[in-house]
């Protein structure tokens, strides 16, 4: 079943590039860059994964909410983002890409997304919330990973902060308010892990994703990857760091749920835990089993976040030798 599950999540991303318009080169990209785990589990790398799904995004306008959770010295803020593509600012570079597929690999202006912010109340009551829409959830701190790990482990760690507070206003107004959406999640993907497993002895997956987009796409598209790669472990010093915004999860839901979700932790001030979690006790967190009705009326333009949850979640659970 396992191996199934990966050959079918691999089968449909390639065929959606067929469907939304990319072209030969694209389909090389994916069958280049396609490994096969000891276990025989099929991976398309995170990278080429998301160019595909993001173009898919701009082409079918699918609505996306995203949310934010910043953390302060007080204790965090949470930030709710409705996300729909802009038609007119996106058609020129959806015409450049299926004439030249190497073109995808444009990270974006920051007009290709609209990007407006919403309040908890607003999700909770309006009407487009019960809509399904992609669902990001993302994580924030003035820090790197390890600082973010030990404040979510943290058993004096303090809970929502709803108070004024000039840390969480400078961060919303220097870096929310101007968030290149397309950017940001291309940043991500590019330096991200590219498989949930070792490729072997001596190879390093960002070096061979490079030589594949080199070699399906052009030089161009090469050095544009290569560049991001190289100017983020640059500035983090080898380190994965939050100060910005840093992706958790991606998945298919209704935004109601979320804040429904989000209303509850609130209410019982509880500290941070990654969204579909509960705290059973002061070290242990344990999986929220309900699931929503939200998963069964999702139709196909939704498949696209599952893929990068099969692959980038799932297949690290499964072969995590």
Known sequence: ???????????????????????????????????????????IPAYP????????WLVTNIPIFLVVRRFCTQGYHNAFYRISVKPTAVRHYIEAVRQNNAKIVD?????????????????????????????????????????????????????????????????VKNELSTLNFSAAIMNFFTIHDQYPFDLGANENEWDVIEKIVDSTLDHEAATIYRQTVDESHKSNDGRISLGFLSFQHMFAEFPIVIARQTEQIILHNEKPAPYGYRWANASHAVVNSSYSKANRVINNNFTSINHLIDQQCQIITLDSD
């Not at 994964?49 to 898919?56: A, P, Q, Y």
Request: proline share 3%.
């Open 107 to 171: 990270h974006g202006n920051v007009d290709w997304f609209d990007v407006t912010p919403v309040s908890l109340n607003s999700v909770l009551l309006d009407g487009w919330a019960r809509q399904p829409h992609v669902i990001i959830i993302s994580n924030s701190i003035a820090g790197s990973m390890s600082d973010f790990h030990i404040r979510m482990g943290d058993d004096n760690q303090n809970g929502i902060h709803n108070e004024s507070c000039p840390e969480y206003d400078m961060y």
């Open 1 to 43: 079943m396992q191996i199934y599950v990966t050959e079918l999540t691999s089968d449909w991303i390639s065929r959606l590039s067929d469907e939304i318009g990319l072209g030969e080169p694209i389909q090389r990209l994916l069958q280049s860059s396609t490994r096969l785990s000891v276990r025989k589990l099929r991976c």
């Open 49 to 56: 994964s998301l160019l595909v799904i993001r173009f898919e």
